[in-house]
C-alpha cells in the first residue's frame, strides 16, 4: 500500500517565484464565516458591491441635520439615520469652555439597527443611507415640538426612523417603522443599539472610570457591566429588559422600551491603563426586540444629566445606575440619599445661594438630630475616664488573676451603672449616615463646577498649590479642605481624650488624621468641606457636654446611683439596714 500510494501521488512541481496557492474551499469558507460573522463592537461593516440591490445605492453624499432645543443641540446623519453628536448647552467639561459631548464621535453613529437577512448576512443600518424629511440643515425645536424622520429601502421593504424633540426635556422620542420586515429581516427580530460610551468630562479620568459602565434593567433589578478589573467585560439577559444605558460619573444616555423584548446585551471594553491619560472606555448596549409587526415599535431615550428628579420620574430605578457602596451598606445608603439628603440638598438650594453654604448648614442639622445619639455616647465616655483610675487600681490588685480582675471590673461597672458599650453603639448608629454622605456627596451632580471661597469645583479637589514630585498615595498637589480637615480632627480627638494618659492613644491622636489627610486629598472638595464642619461641630459639642459632666458632677453622680439601684436593687435595702442598724441592736 505504501508502495502504490507512493507511486500514484502527484509531482509537486514547482511554482514561479511569487505565485501563491490557495485553497478554492478554504476562500469560500472564510468568506462565508466573514458574512456570517457579527459585527464587531464599535466597527460598521462595509457593504459588498452586490449589496447595493438590497439596500439601495451607496453613492450618495453624507448630509447632516442639526436639531436646536434650548437644553442641546443635536446632529444627525444620513448614513445610517443616527445621532452623531448631541451637545449639552448648560454643561461643560471640567476647567474648558467646551460643552459636554454626549455621543462618541468615533463610532460613525450612536443609534443602529442590527437584524439577519433571510441570506443569512448581518447588517447594520449606519451602513445604509437614509432620506430625511426635512428640508434644509436646521430643525429649530426651542418653543415647539417638532419630530424628524429617515426612511431607506430595504430589500423590497423600508426602515423609517421617527425622532421627536420636546423644549425644556433631555428626553428624544423614537418611533421604529418596519415595512415589509418579513423581506428584508429573519423572524429573530433586530437589536436596537447604543454604540459607544458617554465621553470623559472630568479632570481626574481615574475616578470616572470608576463610576463608568452600562446598565440595564431587568426583571426589577439593575444590572451592570463595568471595567473596574477586567479590560474587557460583557453580559447576556433574557426575557422582558426594560431600558439599557450607558454612563459616565455624571452624565448618561437611557434607552427605555415602551414595547416587550428579548432581552439585551451589554458589552465593554477599556483601551490603555488606569492611570494613563489617554484612558477611554468603549461601551456597547442593546435592546433584543421581537420581529417587527405591523404598529411601529416605539422607544423613550435620555440623554442628559443623572440629576434624580429627572431620572425618577419615570418611575424605572433609573437612578440606581449611582453606585453607593458594597450591597450591605446600599440598603441604607441608597434610601439615606434618595428620601434624605437630596431633597435636603433640593430645598436648601432654593433659599441658600451657595451649595458650599448648604454643605455647612447641611452638616449643622445633621449634628443637630444625631445630638441625642452624641451626648449618650460622649456622656458615657466621660464617665469611662473618670472611672479611668479605679480600672487601673483593679489592674495592679490582679494582676496575676485574670479572672478576678474580670470580675472586680464588671462588679465596678454595675455599682457605678456604666455601660461600656454606651460610648460605641450611639456612634455606631451614626455610621450609615456618614457612610452615605461618602457615597453621596462625591457623585452630587449639583455640586459639579460650584464654586466656594478658593474651591472653584466642589465636585473635585480644591488644589492650594501643586508639588514638583509626586507622592505615593498621596499625589502631587495640597489640598485645602484636606488639610483643614486634618487639623479638626486632631483638635476634635484632643478634646475627646482629655485627661488620656494612654500613650497609644495619644499616639492615634496624630497617626489617624495623617491617614486621613493622605486618603482624601484626591477626593471631592465638597465632602472635605462637609468633613471640616462635622468635626469641628463635634469638637464644640464634646468640648460643652465635658463641661457640662465637670461642672455640675452631682448630677452625674445622682444619675450613677439611680442607674447602680436599678442595676442592683438589693443595694437600697443594705444601706436601709445600716442606718437602722443602732435600733435593732
Known sequence: MVGWLTWLAPQNEPLPQNQVVVDSLGVQDIEEQIEQAPP???????????????????????????????????????????LVSLVLKEYYKFESEDAVQMVDTTKGGAIALMFTSPGNRNYDTRSFFFTPDARGDKVDATDAARTLSYTAAVGGGSIELEYSFTPGSYEVGLKIKQVGASQFATSDGYELV??????????????????????????????????MSDPYAEQSLNGQVDWVSVKNKYFTAVVIADNPTKGAELIGERFGEVSESYLRHDYQASLILPAAGAEADTFRMYIGPMVYKNLAAYNLDLYNMVDYGWDFFEIVTRPLAKFVFIPAFTYLKMVIPSYGMVIIVLAFLLKLCLYPLTKSSFKSMAKMRELQPRMEAIKEKYGDNPQKQQQATMKMYKETGVNPLGGCLPMLLQYPIIIALWQFLPQAIELRQQGFLW????????????????????????????????????????????NQNNAQAKIFTYVFPVMIFVIFNKLASGLNLYYLCYNVLTAIQQKLINKQIHEHPEEMQKKDSKAAKKADPKRGSVTGKKAGGKKRQ
Not at 481615574?206 to 463595568?226: I, L, P
Not at 465636585?459 to 498621596?474: M, T
Open 40 to 82: 464587531v463592537v464599535g466597527s460598521i461593516p462595509v457593504l459588498a458591491a452586490d449589496d447595493s440591490v438590497f439596500v439601495g445605492s451607496q453613492d450618495v453624499a453624507v448630509e447632516h441635520i442639526q436639531v436646536e432645543t434650548d437644553l442641546y443641540t443635536a446632529t444627525f446623519s444620513n448614513k445610517g439615520g443616527t
Open 194 to 227: 447604543w454604540n459607544g460610551g458617554v465621553p470623559f468630562t472630568e479632570g481626574n479620568r481615574e475616578n470616572e472610570a470608576q463610576r463608568s459602565g452600562t446598565f440595564a434593567r431587568s426583571g426589577g433589578s439593575v444590572e451592570s457591566v463595568t471595567l
Open 455 to 498: 474651591a472653584t469645583d466642589l465636585s473635585a479637589p480644591d488644589i492650594l498649590f501643586h508639588l514638583p514630585f509626586d507622592i505615593p498615595f498621596y499625589g502631587n498637589y495640597v489640598a485645602g479642605f484636606t488639610m483643614l480637615m486634618g487639623l479638626s480632627m486632631v483638635a476634635q480627638m484632643k478634646v475627646s481624650m482629655t
